[in-house]
T-cell receptor
Framework: AQTVTQSQPEMSVQEAETVTLSCTYDTSESNYYLFWYKQPPSRQMILVIRQEAYKQQNATENRFSVNFQKAAKSFSLKISDSQLGDTAMYFCAFMKHWTGNQFYFGTGTSLTVIP | EAGVAQSPRYKIIEKRQSVAFWCNPISGHATLYWYQQILGQGPKLLIQFQNNGVVDDSQLPKDRFSAERLKGVDSTLKIQPAKLEDSAVYLC????????????????FGPGTRLTVL
């Protein structure tokens, strides 16, 4: 079975600074995908960034980037130039390749951006 | 492109009552998911449809939960009878196709239905 662990239940960061959210996962699969989703207080889950495990290059999306360490089974999210709108729950998710897209979610990290 | 629609947004019922939730996925998305998100936890998959067929319902409490996706578009999730521990947000998500490619398999979520069972 796949498990996804987010060891930081809560984090805070000053506006305009950088913060890193941690995620580790356990799997015996070699092909898979990893995602970070954001869930603001309105509760609509929004995709932040995705990474395909076969790609060595870390994914980036504007202010969001990941540090994907496949051997260590680590997938951290870095948010640069934090903005007040980044305040949300962040979920790390794992999806096996070719299994009908079942996601395994972590328990989430609540991020607060402080003005 | 319209997003995933869900209704109602909020529902309060007493235990042993019945409740139903509705989901309309993004147009053209073949795969639809229902998740249960208990406060303080990540979403847990209840059931997954591909078109109108069930792909995975291994975590669906079938003695009280049921779901259908007639015609492969809209879906309803029903709880009968509800228990206190069913209080949660029920999220619906859809993805374009089970292609095994992350760009197509990304799940898009609806706003959720917050259920409170008293």
């Amino acid at each position: 079975a796949q498990t996804v662990t987010q060891s930081q239940p809560e984090m805070s960061v000053q506006e305009a600074e950088t913060v890193t959210l941690s995620c580790t996962y356990d799997t015996s699969e070699s092909n898979y995908y990893l995602f970070w989703y954001k869930q603001p207080p309105s509760r609509q889950m929004i995709l932040v960034i995705r990474q395909e495990a076969y790609k060595q290059q870390n994914a980036t999306e504007n202010r969001f980037s990941v540090n994907f360490q496949k051997a260590a089974k680590s997938f951290s999210l870095k948010i640069s130039d934090s903005q007040l709108g980044d305040t949300a729950m962040y979920f790390c998710a794992f999806m096996k390749h070719w299994t009908g897209n079942q996601f395994y979610f972590g328990t989430g990290t609540s991020l607060t951006v402080i003005p | 492109e319209a997003g995933v629609a869900q209704s109602p947004r909020y529902k309060i019922i007493e235990k042993r009552q019945s409740v139903a939730f509705w989901c309309n996925p993004i147009s053209g998305h073949a795969t639809l998911y229902w998740y249960q998100q208990i406060l303080g936890q990540g979403p847990k998959l209840l059931i997954q449809f591909q078109n109108n067929g069930v792909v995975d319902d291994s975590q669906l409490p079938k003695d009280r939960f049921s779901a259908e996706r007639l015609k492969g578009v809209d879906s309803t999730l029903k709880i009968q009878p509800a228990k206190l521990e069913d209080s949660a947000v029920y999220l619906c998500a859809s993805s374009r196709s089970p292609s095994g490619r992350a760009t197509l398999d990304t799940q898009y979520f609806g706003p959720g239905t917050r259920l409170t069972v008293l």
